[in-house]
Each structure stands twice: as C-alpha cells, then as structure tokens.
C-alpha cells in the first residue's frame, strides 16, 4: 500500500533565499510560541499551542533548496495518541522559475489513517497557504 503523506504547495514571487528566510522564521507564520532557533543544520526549536508542543530538529539544509524539520518530541495533547508526531518529518522543497518561488510542503508521516491528520492537515493548510504566503507576498503573516 502506497503511503500518501500530507502536501501542499504555494508559489510567490520572491527568491529561493527569501522563502528560505521566511519558512526559517516561525514566529513570523506559524506560532508566536516558538523558542530556539529554525535557521541552520541541527538547530533545534520548539512550538507551543497551550498544552500542545512539538520539538523540531534541522536534520537537513540545502540552502535555497531543502530543509527538513525532523520532530524529537511532542505532546499532541488532545489526541489519545499523544506522540503521533515523534519521528515524522516536515519537509519544504524550494524551487524557482520564471521569477516565481515554489515550496513544496510536506509532512512525511501525516497519513489519512493516522488520529491527527483531519485536524492537522486543516492546520498546516491554513499556515501555510495562508499564513506563510501571507509573509512572502505582503511582508506580514498570521501567526497564532
């Protein structure tokens, strides 16, 4: 059975190093609640939403191109299964063209079969479609 992780794409006109810059920048899109640091090869940052927490580390960069978040720990608390996330990867691809930027987002690990991806696939949709782009594109995000 093929695996079909959650994805989502948005396209902007801005540079690869640019989208690079914003993605980097979590408290300007995703949360307020964000301690650490999300810029280089192995930083590590942690997300706060009330009692809910994921801790990220960059397993890896390719400046302008890749990076991935790798989840270490995590308290999805109101879910029963409250550590779906451990070991999932956040993955944005970034490419460019036509002086449009492209990010390829995709959560490696967030399956329709699993407890969260209803609630969570609603949410990495707004973040990023919305929120995120809203960054690129006006200068001004909406993070929560």
């Not at 993605?23 to 942690?46: C, M, P, R, Y």
């Not at 399956?111 to 001004?140: D, F, M």
Request: charge should be negative; hydrophobic fraction near 35%; charged fraction near 20%.
């Amino acid at each position: 059975m093929k695996t079909q992780d959650f994805t989502c794409s948005i396209t902007a006109q801005v540079t690869a190093d640019e989208a690079m810059s914003a993605i980097s920048h979590v408290e300007l899109w995703w949360t307020k609640n964000f301690k650490g640091s999300a810029k280089q090869l192995n930083d590590v940052f942690t997300v706060t939403f009330g009692e809910t927490f994921v801790d990220f580390k960059i397993t890896e960069l390719i400046p302008d191109a890749k990076v991935v978040w790798t989840v270490t720990n995590c308290n999805l608390h109101w879910q029963n299964n409250k550590t779906e996330w451990n070991g999932t990867k956040v993955v944005y691809e970034i490419s460019s063209a036509n002086g449009d930027t492209t990010i390829n987002f995709t959560h490696q690990g967030l399956q329709p079969q699993v407890e969260c991806y209803a609630n969570c696939s609603r949410g990495w949709t707004e973040h990023i479609t919305e929120s995120l782009l809203k960054l690129l594109t006006e200068g001004v995000g909406e993070p929560v």
